[in-house]
């Protein structure tokens, strides 16, 4: 609503010496100029600029006469001020222009400036007058005077004697008789019988006195405390016809003041709260309203210690109350009772090293026009004898502060409550919440304005079909979109009075004292008048509205002294001749506008309702209006002034109707008027016969009457309702919204029959149903079920100021004011309301229209965490609880598992028996949750199980849950999973571990792989030590459990339990040939592998069927298998091992797997890329036909090895991109130079292109080398050979058989190899001819094993396992390093050795994007 901004000025005074301070500062009713007063000194002091212009000083001989000066009061036409002095007297002064000089201060422009000196009201606006006082008349009212208050054209002074003296202008009584108080009758209301009981003679007189004009009478507050209300019975103000009212409650008044637009009177009391009353129409007593107190909540330390209250002050526009105590302090209170702001807290009362501050103590204060400013006479009584007396600081010194506030646009121009929208004035600038919007609708270009005009013109958004803004653009961030107005406008125009903002949030209009501007936030340019004389011709005088293009307002001609109702093109330049402009019988006081219609409200207290269209003839575009209707509303409004807002909607009560005529439902309907915060509606007459006429035009069609009218709600501050329409969420588009200061908000919700059945005659077809929120509510966001609005921030800066300074300055003592964009969700407080209410039917069909939101969840388990917290900690028993209805609510949505335990895990643990006596025991809920394979809400759940169980049930459930996430390989939480078993075992349940409420993109897809050579088993970063095991360390491995990495006690009964859980899921693996997750799991849990299968050698680490486990490897690691030639020519590379054909057809057998496309790292630099140019470039790409797998199947083989490391690097992820970029360039470079040397000849080309075509992903590569590394440290030989065949590099199958012929290996186990290899050998001729070159090539060592196989001896069979590998150590480290020598692969690939690819692999595990999922992967051709 209002919103402090910056720090307060200072305005020096140079009145006097500090001997006389100014204590007391008074507005005139224009609020230019103020008067202050200091005992002996009357200064008048201009509004913009903020400067002295004149001071009358009291003569020391007439200043003793008459005593210090005490109270002032301007007459209505600021042409005289009264002064009430301490001796009784009244001095009246009469303020005229100085002769000569008109003006005190004038503005010096440069030269060629485009002001214009010559325009009419200029130098009024621009120039500070020059003033002067002079003393007219002495009036002696020969007792102290208490109060003075301005009516009307008399002065109305309370003497201490019990006396009201009214009292002319000119300083006479003009004969009437001062009216004693203890004449004047008083009762509890008006009603009573005429003879009321009377003050009584002892010492009562009025303390505080104020006029109220709408409710004709005074709000007093006597000298005992007492509160009351005087009224005059009829025109003539005499003792005989006065009459007062008691406010029965109060006895320790000390201030009042009066709103009188809303007709309330707040009273000051002792206790520090502020009692608001009203007057009760039917009987004329006085009715509590509300009270603005502290509460102890937020307030703890200093809610009953503010002292008395001193001063209440309404803001100028009525919507707004400032007040402030003895004590010291401000606080900013909505109409209703929202405080807004208080400076007894935060910043405003602490340093920002804790200590507190003295708060600022006010002796006097006034608004500025419009409630841009608080003008605050500030002052300190007495000093603390701590503070030195050289460090005072400047604000214990009085002087005059000037506050600086922003404020709502709502609070002047109300139409702007059926926007989404929130739109803050300040005194020189506005601030949106929409800025993103004008970006994202349209990017910022030079011609922005040419190209703007055709899209808006032809814009989907017309009034009726306009959708929500999106939460992107409305919530986006929480800075403001400040634009600032333009000076030229503001120079002869200030201050801004009315502002608003289209639909679209991408144009506004402001109203300054005459004309209006507005500017686009797509070319951001301000468009005022051409001709100035038309805009200082104009006077707005209710509000203004956007309609599509169009600016719809209401002003008064100055010129023609005629009201008007104006409509300007946004498009057209600003002149009169491009407007519409139509007549109008009285002063217009609101306006507001819905789909094509525009409703004005106007003195004569009638309501008109007009038809607005655009019309287009030839090249000008203007909008025609038309007079609808008119209601006379005189019989129901007491005061014209009182109507805060009038607002057409479609909100109705019959629903019935709108089922049946759904067309209908978005009609302006109903009248909403806002009289004094009691909200109205009347409805349009469907009573009489209904008449529909198809022919005409909706603006010959007779409207139909008005209903009498309906009060709907009290204390309304703002009425929210759109004119959108959406069938997915009727219930909050076909709402109305209210806002209701302390009370909270309220919403009128419609309540529809499900399935179109028959509604039900006894059920209400709308329900009020109020809620709280934390924020002042500005604008509401209908179907994102939010509320927007705006808080205020502090920062301190008294850091740069050090406390020996001599004064400390404002910025110290202040913290720096930012207002800051907030929102909050409301839905669970209405689904809450609902439930409570029986009304679960329309709480489910609410809900399931809102379950797409993203935040919908958060709504779930907000609404279950209240009613659990409110129940559960209840004192008194709850006679009926709300938990298990909502409970039973949250069930019907999918995420109720999640809720659940979301919320309990946010609750203390006292309340959770009560939580799952309503929701279901927590053992079923965790077993839900693996059903759903929803595991990470089951690990929640684990963690209330160990609080609620015994630590079996728990250990129990953890098992599963291990289990279940081990075979789903998510790695993250079988890590956590560990941990948690392990606490529970040694007893650490009472810090449980921390569950992931998401799964992380682990690295599942890879391992996790050595780097510098040397194998570190992927610790993870929580629970392994970070320690490498080299591989030479690998070699004897501890032959008990793999205890070491998890504790120092390794015979644990934990770890063993933990252990055999990791060995029988690793045994599963294998037994299923799943090498890929065997290494996965390995990498991930630091699973000591090689161990393992030393162990498991000849049980489960031994190969059942050799072809099997090819096939499978093939598919795992998207492997090709290989592809021969259809004809035979000898081949140009060494081993004769391919040959290439003419035609490049390339033969498949039918057995094959479809092989998808590759997924492919880029290469790694450390790489030597002189050897590798072609080893590094990534795998051709296949495109297989799936279709028919019978029969051979023929492809062409496209040969494009340059361009695959481009393309390499546009197809990764944008790390891969950012990690490899650096090098791109290199490559392209040294590929190039390398392609000009090379000269291949058509047949080596062909079979490059078969070596890539037979090739896996780079990664695949690496991990089944790793793999081969880990089988062979192991002595797994048979698993070494199937890896082997499928990399095609006989070095492997050399290697191992040296091994074979070197060391004492099982029997068994070279018996299993050549069977197998004989198993290979015949599928291969049968279904995969693609293998038969290399089994060709490795024949003469399969001769050898079958020789050694057959004169082995059996006791062989029986050697330790662990020797093997220390035997095979030094062979294989040198086979390894030389496996380029052996190798029957191309040069081409020498950089792709083992060691070479170890590093390679290291980091394709760390660039790896994705986890790898069988058949995701898309056929492309390269």
Same mark, same amino acid.
């Given at each position: 609503m209002y919103f402090l901004s910056g720090w307060p000025k200072r305005l020096l005074c140079p009145v006097g010496s500090p001997a006389e301070p100014p204590f007391h500062i008074q507005t005139d009713s224009q609020r230019a100029f103020f008067a202050v007063l200091a005992p002996a000194h009357l200064s008048i002091w201009y509004s913009r600029p903020s400067v002295l212009i004149v001071t009358y000083k009291e003569l020391a001989k007439s200043s003793t006469q008459f005593g210090s000066y005490k109270q002032v009061e301007w007459r209505p036409d600021s042409t005289m001020i009264a002064v009430s002095t301490a001796n009784g007297y009244i001095l009246f002064f009469h303020i005229a222009s100085a002769r000569g000089d008109k003006y005190l201060y004038e503005p010096i422009y440069p030269k060629g400036s485009p002001q214009v000196k010559g325009t009419p009201h200029f130098k009024e606006e621009q120039y500070a007058p020059s003033l002067h006082l002079e003393m007219k008349k002495v009036l002696d009212l020969q007792a102290p005077i208490i109060s003075l208050q301005s009516m009307l054209e008399d002065l109305l002074v309370a003497t201490s004697d019990g006396l009201l003296h009214l009292i002319h202008w000119e300083g006479m009584t003009n004969g009437r008789k001062a009216i004693n108080l203890c004449t004047v009758p008083f009762s509890v209301d008006l009603q009573s019988s005429r003879a009321g009981s009377f003050l009584g003679f002892e010492d009562v007189h009025i303390k505080d006195m104020e006029y109220c004009a709408t409710l004709d009478g005074f709000a007093v507050v006597f000298n005992d405390g007492r509160v009351g209300f005087i009224t005059p019975m009829s025109s003539r103000f005499t003792a005989e016809q006065l009459r007062g009212v008691w406010a029965q409650d109060v006895m320790d008044g000390t201030c009042v003041a009066v709103n009188n637009k809303y007709r309330l009177m707040a009273f000051g009391c002792a206790s520090g709260s502020v009692q608001v009353y009203t007057i009760d129409n039917t009987t004329?007593?006085?009715?509590?309203?509300?009270?603005?107190?502290?509460?102890?909540?937020?307030?703890?330390?200093?809610?009953?210690?503010?002292?008395?209250?001193?001063?209440?002050?309404?803001?100028?526009?009525?919507?707004?109350? $400032?007040?402030?105590?003895?004590?010291?302090?401000?606080?900013?209170?909505?109409? =209703?009772?929202?405080?807004?702001?208080?400076?007894?807290?935060?910043?405003?009362?602490?340093?920002?090293?804790?200590?507190?501050?003295?708060?600022?103590?006010?002796?006097?204060?006034?608004?500025?026009?419009?409630?841009?400013?608080?003008?605050?006479?500030?002052?300190?009584?007495?000093?603390? *004898?701590?503070?030195?007396?050289?460090?005072?600081?400047?604000?214990?010194?009085?002087?005059?502060?000037?506050?600086?506030?922003?404020?709502? *646009?709502?609070?002047?121009?109300?139409? $702007?409550?059926?926007?989404?929208?929130?739109?803050?004035?300040?005194?020189?600038?506005?601030?949106?919440?929409?800025?993103?919007?004008?970006? *994202?609708?349209?990017?910022?270009?030079?011609?922005?304005?040419?190209?703007?005009?055709?899209?808006?013109?032809?814009?989907?958004?017309?009034?009726?079909?306009?959708?929500?803004?999106?939460?992107?653009?409305?919530?986006?961030?929480?800075?403001?979109?400040?634009?600032?107005i333009s000076s030229t406008y503001l120079e002869s125009n200030w201050p801004i009075r009315f502002s608003a903002i289209d639909k679209?949030?991408?144009?506004?209009?402001?109203?300054?004292?005459?004309?209006?501007?507005?500017?686009?936030?797509?070319?951001?340019?301000?468009?005022?008048?051409?001709?100035?004389?038309?805009?200082?011709?104009?006077?707005?005088?209710?509000?203004?509205?956007?309609?599509?293009?169009?600016?719809?307002?209401?002003?008064?001609?100055?010129?023609?002294?005629?009201?008007?109702?104006?409509?300007?093109?946004?498009?057209?330049?600003?002149?009169?001749? =491009?407007?519409?402009?139509?007549?109008?019988?009285?002063?217009?006081?609101?306006?507001?506008?819905?789909?094509?219609?525009?409703?004005? =409200?106007?003195?004569?207290?009638?309501?008109?309702?007009?038809?607005?269209?655009?019309?287009?003839?030839?090249?000008?575009?203007?909008?025609?209006?038309?007079?609808?209707?008119?209601?006379? $509303?005189?019989?129901?409004?007491?005061?014209?002034?009182?109507?805060?807002?009038?607002?057409?909607?479609?909100?109705?009560?019959?629903?019935?109707?709108?089922?049946?005529?759904?067309?209908?439902a978005c009609d302006a309907e109903s009248i909403m008027l806002n009289l004094a915060g009691q909200l109205i509606m009347m409805q349009r007459d469907r009573s009489g016969p209904q008449i529909r006429e198809k022919d005409n035009s909706p603006n010959q069609r007779k409207l139909l009457p008005f209903c009498p009218p309906v009060v709907l709600a009290q204390s309304v501050e703002n009425v929210w309702t759109t004119c959108r329409a959406n069938k997915q969420k009727r219930h909050l588009l076909e709402a109305l919204w209210l806002s209701c200061g302390g009370a909270g908000m309220k919403v009128w919700l419609p309540l529809f029959p499900r399935d179109h059945r028959k509604p039900h005659s006894f059920l209400s077809r709308r329900i009020m149903l109020p809620f709280h929120i934390n924020i002042y509510p500005l604008a509401v966001l209908f179907e994102d079920a939010l509320v927007l609005g705006a808080v205020n921030d502090t920062l301190l800066y008294d850091c740069l100021y050090t406390r020996g300074n001599a004064k400390e300055q404002l910025e110290v003592l202040f913290p720096f004011c930012v207002v800051e964009r907030t929102s909050q969700i409301y839905l669970h407080h209405i689904l809450r309301q609902l439930l409570v209410r029986n009304l679960g039917e329309q709480a489910l069909l609410l809900a399931q229209s809102c379950a797409a939101l993203p935040y919908f969840p958060h709504v779930l388990e907000l609404m279950l965490h209240e009613v659990l917290e409110e129940e559960a900690t209840s004192r008194e028993p709850i006679p009926d609880p709300l938990l298990p209805t909502v409970a039973k609510f949250i069930t019907e949505f999918p995420l109720f598992l999640q809720t659940v335990v979301h919320c309990a895990r946010k609750t203390e643990y006292a309340l959770w028996n009560y939580l799952f006596a309503a929701v279901g025991n927590p053992k079923d809920l965790f077993e839900e949750c693996l059903m759903a394979q929803d595991l990470d809400t089951a690990a929640s759940y684990l963690i209330i199980l160990q609080n609620m169980e015994v630590p079996a049930v728990s250990r129990q459930h953890a098992t599963l849950l291990f289990n279940t996430a081990l075979e789903q390989g998510k790695w993250d939480l079988c890590r956590h999973m560990i941990r948690f078993l392990k606490a529970i075992g040694s007893g650490e349940s009472e810090t449980p571990p921390p569950t992931p409420t998401t799964q992380e993109p682990s690295s599942s897809g890879g391992f996790e792989f050595f780097r510098n050579r040397s194998i570190s088993l992927s610790q993870s970063a929580e629970t392994l030590p970070a320690s490498k095991l080299n591989l030479q360390k690998t070699l004897s491995m501890p032959s008990g459990p793999s205890g070491k990495r998890w504790s120092k006690d390794s015979d644990s009964a934990e770890n063993m339990y933990i252990d055999m859980m990791l060995w029988r899921h690793a045994r599963r693996l294998l037994e299923e040939v799943r090498l890929k997750d065997l290494g996965c799991f390995a990498a991930q849990l630091g699973f000591e592998l090689i161990g393992w299968l030393c162990k498991e050698r000849t049980r489960a680490a031994r190969v059942e069927d050799f072809v099997i486990a090819l096939k499978r490897l093939h598919k795992d690691f998207l492997w090709p298998f290989p592809v021969i030639p259809i004809s035979s020519i000898s081949s140009p590379f060494k081993n004769g091992k391919y040959r290439t054909g003419g035609g490049e057809q390339l033969l498949k057998s039918q057995s094959a797997d479809p092989f998808l496309n590759l997924e492919t790292d880029p290469g790694v630099p450390s790489a030597p890329r002189s050897q590798s140019w072609l080893g590094s470039i990534s795998s051709t790409h296949q495109e297989i036909d799936t279709a028919s797998s019978h029969g051979p199947q023929t492809q062409d083989a496209f040969l494009s090895p340059l361009l695959n490391k481009g393309d390499e690097c546009s197809i990764g992820s944008a790390t891969d991109l950012t990690e490899t970029s650096s090098m791109v360039d290199g490559d392209w470079m040294m590929v190039d130079e390398n392609f000009s040397t090379l000269s291949l000849t058509q047949s080596e080309l062909e079979h490059i292109s078969m070596e890539l075509a037979s090739k896996g992903p780079h990664k695949s590569q690496v991990q089944l080398r790793y793999l081969l590394h880990i089988f062979m440290e192991a002595g797994c030989l048979d698993w070494c050979i199937v890896i082997g065949l499928i990399l095609r590099e006989s070095s492997i199958i050399n290697q191992v058989f040296g091994l074979t012929q070197s060391s004492e290996i099982d029997g068994e186990m070279l018996q299993n190899i050549k069977t197998g290899l004989h198993a290979i050998d015949r599928w291969a001729s049968t279904d995969c001819p693609g293998y038969k070159p290399f089994l060709n090539v490795i024949k003469p060592q399969l001769q050898r094993l079958s020789d050694i196989t057959e004169e082995q001896i059996q006791p062989e069979a029986f050697q330790p396992a662990n020797k093997v590998p220390e035997q095979a150590a030094s062979p294989r480290a040198e086979e390894s390093r030389s496996s380029t020598c052996h190798s029957n692969s191309p040069p081409g690939e020498a950089g792709n050795s083992s060691a070479a690819s170890w590093t390679e692999g290291s980091m394709a595990g760390s660039q790896e994007e994705e986890p790898l999922q069988d058949g995701t992967y898309d056929c492309t051709i390269s």
């Amino acid at each position: 609503m209002y919103f402090l901004s910056g720090w307060p000025k200072r305005l020096l005074c140079p009145v006097g010496s500090p001997a006389e301070p100014p204590f007391h500062i008074q507005t005139d009713s224009q609020r230019a100029f103020f008067a202050v007063l200091a005992p002996a000194h009357l200064s008048i002091w201009y509004s913009r600029p903020s400067v002295l212009i004149v001071t009358y000083k009291e003569l020391a001989k007439s200043s003793t006469q008459f005593g210090s000066y005490k109270q002032v009061e301007w007459r209505p036409d600021s042409t005289m001020i009264a002064v009430s002095t301490a001796n009784g007297y009244i001095l009246f002064f009469h303020i005229a222009s100085a002769r000569g000089d008109k003006y005190l201060y004038e503005p010096i422009y440069p030269k060629g400036s485009p002001q214009v000196k010559g325009t009419p009201h200029f130098k009024e606006e621009q120039y500070a007058p020059s003033l002067h006082l002079e003393m007219k008349k002495v009036l002696d009212l020969q007792a102290p005077i208490i109060s003075l208050q301005s009516m009307l054209e008399d002065l109305l002074v309370a003497t201490s004697d019990g006396l009201l003296h009214l009292i002319h202008w000119e300083g006479m009584t003009n004969g009437r008789k001062a009216i004693n108080l203890c004449t004047v009758p008083f009762s509890v209301d008006l009603q009573s019988s005429r003879a009321g009981s009377f003050l009584g003679f002892e010492d009562v007189h009025i303390k505080d006195m104020e006029y109220c004009a709408t409710l004709d009478g005074f709000a007093v507050v006597f000298n005992d405390g007492r509160v009351g209300f005087i009224t005059p019975m009829s025109s003539r103000f005499t003792a005989e016809q006065l009459r007062g009212v008691w406010a029965q409650d109060v006895m320790d008044g000390t201030c009042v003041a009066v709103n009188n637009k809303y007709r309330l009177m707040a009273f000051g009391c002792a206790s520090g709260s502020v009692q608001v009353y009203t007057i009760d129409n039917t009987t004329g007593a006085m009715q509590l309203s509300h009270k603005l107190e502290l509460t102890p909540k937020q307030y703890p330390d200093i809610w009953n210690k503010t002292g008395a209250v001193k001063l209440i002050k309404w803001s100028p526009d009525n919507s707004v109350v $400032m007040v402030t105590w003895e004590h010291g302090g401000l606080s900013l209170w909505s109409v =209703f009772g929202a405080q807004l702001i208080c400076t007894l807290g935060g910043d405003f009362a602490y340093r920002s090293d804790g200590t507190k501050k003295e708060p600022l103590k006010i002796s006097s204060m006034s608004w500025g026009a419009e409630g841009y400013h608080l003008w605050v006479i500030s002052g300190y009584g007495s000093q603390n *004898a701590d503070v030195e007396s050289d460090m005072k600081s400047t604000a214990n010194e009085p002087g005059i502060l000037q506050f600086q506030f922003i404020k709502s *646009a709502l609070t002047v121009n109300p139409c $702007m409550s059926n926007q989404e929208q929130v739109l803050l004035q300040g005194e020189d600038r506005l601030y949106l919440n929409c800025g993103d919007a004008s970006q *994202a609708q349209n990017p910022r270009n030079s011609s922005a304005h040419s190209e703007h005009k055709p899209i808006r013109e032809k814009s989907p958004f017309s009034d009726g079909s306009l959708d929500s803004q999106g939460l992107s653009t409305l919530l986006g961030h929480r800075h403001w979109h400040v634009v600032q107005i333009s000076s030229t406008y503001l120079e002869s125009n200030w201050p801004i009075r009315f502002s608003a903002i289209d639909k679209l949030g991408q144009n506004v209009a402001v109203v300054g004292k005459f004309g209006f501007a507005h500017y686009s936030l797509l070319t951001k340019k301000w468009k005022l008048f051409g001709n100035i004389t038309q805009e200082q011709n104009m006077i707005v005088t209710g509000g203004l509205a956007w309609w599509n293009d169009f600016i719809v307002l209401a002003c008064y001609n100055l010129n023609d002294r005629q009201e008007e109702l104006r409509v300007y093109l946004r498009t057209s330049n600003l002149d009169n001749a =491009f407007a519409h402009v139509t007549k109008v019988q009285a002063e217009t006081l609101l306006l507001s506008v819905f789909r094509d219609m525009v409703i004005l =409200f106007r003195a004569d207290c009638s309501i008109c309702l007009y038809s607005i269209e655009r019309k287009t003839d030839g090249v000008n575009t203007t909008a025609s209006i038309q007079v609808l209707q008119e209601v006379s $509303m005189s019989r129901y409004i007491p005061h014209p002034f009182l109507v805060v807002s009038v607002t057409l909607t479609s909100v109705r009560t019959e629903t019935g109707i709108t089922l049946k005529m759904p067309h209908q439902a978005c009609d302006a309907e109903s009248i909403m008027l806002n009289l004094a915060g009691q909200l109205i509606m009347m409805q349009r007459d469907r009573s009489g016969p209904q008449i529909r006429e198809k022919d005409n035009s909706p603006n010959q069609r007779k409207l139909l009457p008005f209903c009498p009218p309906v009060v709907l709600a009290q204390s309304v501050e703002n009425v929210w309702t759109t004119c959108r329409a959406n069938k997915q969420k009727r219930h909050l588009l076909e709402a109305l919204w209210l806002s209701c200061g302390g009370a909270g908000m309220k919403v009128w919700l419609p309540l529809f029959p499900r399935d179109h059945r028959k509604p039900h005659s006894f059920l209400s077809r709308r329900i009020m149903l109020p809620f709280h929120i934390n924020i002042y509510p500005l604008a509401v966001l209908f179907e994102d079920a939010l509320v927007l609005g705006a808080v205020n921030d502090t920062l301190l800066y008294d850091c740069l100021y050090t406390r020996g300074n001599a004064k400390e300055q404002l910025e110290v003592l202040f913290p720096f004011c930012v207002v800051e964009r907030t929102s909050q969700i409301y839905l669970h407080h209405i689904l809450r309301q609902l439930l409570v209410r029986n009304l679960g039917e329309q709480a489910l069909l609410l809900a399931q229209s809102c379950a797409a939101l993203p935040y919908f969840p958060h709504v779930l388990e907000l609404m279950l965490h209240e009613v659990l917290e409110e129940e559960a900690t209840s004192r008194e028993p709850i006679p009926d609880p709300l938990l298990p209805t909502v409970a039973k609510f949250i069930t019907e949505f999918p995420l109720f598992l999640q809720t659940v335990v979301h919320c309990a895990r946010k609750t203390e643990y006292a309340l959770w028996n009560y939580l799952f006596a309503a929701v279901g025991n927590p053992k079923d809920l965790f077993e839900e949750c693996l059903m759903a394979q929803d595991l990470d809400t089951a690990a929640s759940y684990l963690i209330i199980l160990q609080n609620m169980e015994v630590p079996a049930v728990s250990r129990q459930h953890a098992t599963l849950l291990f289990n279940t996430a081990l075979e789903q390989g998510k790695w993250d939480l079988c890590r956590h999973m560990i941990r948690f078993l392990k606490a529970i075992g040694s007893g650490e349940s009472e810090t449980p571990p921390p569950t992931p409420t998401t799964q992380e993109p682990s690295s599942s897809g890879g391992f996790e792989f050595f780097r510098n050579r040397s194998i570190s088993l992927s610790q993870s970063a929580e629970t392994l030590p970070a320690s490498k095991l080299n591989l030479q360390k690998t070699l004897s491995m501890p032959s008990g459990p793999s205890g070491k990495r998890w504790s120092k006690d390794s015979d644990s009964a934990e770890n063993m339990y933990i252990d055999m859980m990791l060995w029988r899921h690793a045994r599963r693996l294998l037994e299923e040939v799943r090498l890929k997750d065997l290494g996965c799991f390995a990498a991930q849990l630091g699973f000591e592998l090689i161990g393992w299968l030393c162990k498991e050698r000849t049980r489960a680490a031994r190969v059942e069927d050799f072809v099997i486990a090819l096939k499978r490897l093939h598919k795992d690691f998207l492997w090709p298998f290989p592809v021969i030639p259809i004809s035979s020519i000898s081949s140009p590379f060494k081993n004769g091992k391919y040959r290439t054909g003419g035609g490049e057809q390339l033969l498949k057998s039918q057995s094959a797997d479809p092989f998808l496309n590759l997924e492919t790292d880029p290469g790694v630099p450390s790489a030597p890329r002189s050897q590798s140019w072609l080893g590094s470039i990534s795998s051709t790409h296949q495109e297989i036909d799936t279709a028919s797998s019978h029969g051979p199947q023929t492809q062409d083989a496209f040969l494009s090895p340059l361009l695959n490391k481009g393309d390499e690097c546009s197809i990764g992820s944008a790390t891969d991109l950012t990690e490899t970029s650096s090098m791109v360039d290199g490559d392209w470079m040294m590929v190039d130079e390398n392609f000009s040397t090379l000269s291949l000849t058509q047949s080596e080309l062909e079979h490059i292109s078969m070596e890539l075509a037979s090739k896996g992903p780079h990664k695949s590569q690496v991990q089944l080398r790793y793999l081969l590394h880990i089988f062979m440290e192991a002595g797994c030989l048979d698993w070494c050979i199937v890896i082997g065949l499928i990399l095609r590099e006989s070095s492997i199958i050399n290697q191992v058989f040296g091994l074979t012929q070197s060391s004492e290996i099982d029997g068994e186990m070279l018996q299993n190899i050549k069977t197998g290899l004989h198993a290979i050998d015949r599928w291969a001729s049968t279904d995969c001819p693609g293998y038969k070159p290399f089994l060709n090539v490795i024949k003469p060592q399969l001769q050898r094993l079958s020789d050694i196989t057959e004169e082995q001896i059996q006791p062989e069979a029986f050697q330790p396992a662990n020797k093997v590998p220390e035997q095979a150590a030094s062979p294989r480290a040198e086979e390894s390093r030389s496996s380029t020598c052996h190798s029957n692969s191309p040069p081409g690939e020498a950089g792709n050795s083992s060691a070479a690819s170890w590093t390679e692999g290291s980091m394709a595990g760390s660039q790896e994007e994705e986890p790898l999922q069988d058949g995701t992967y898309d056929c492309t051709i390269s």
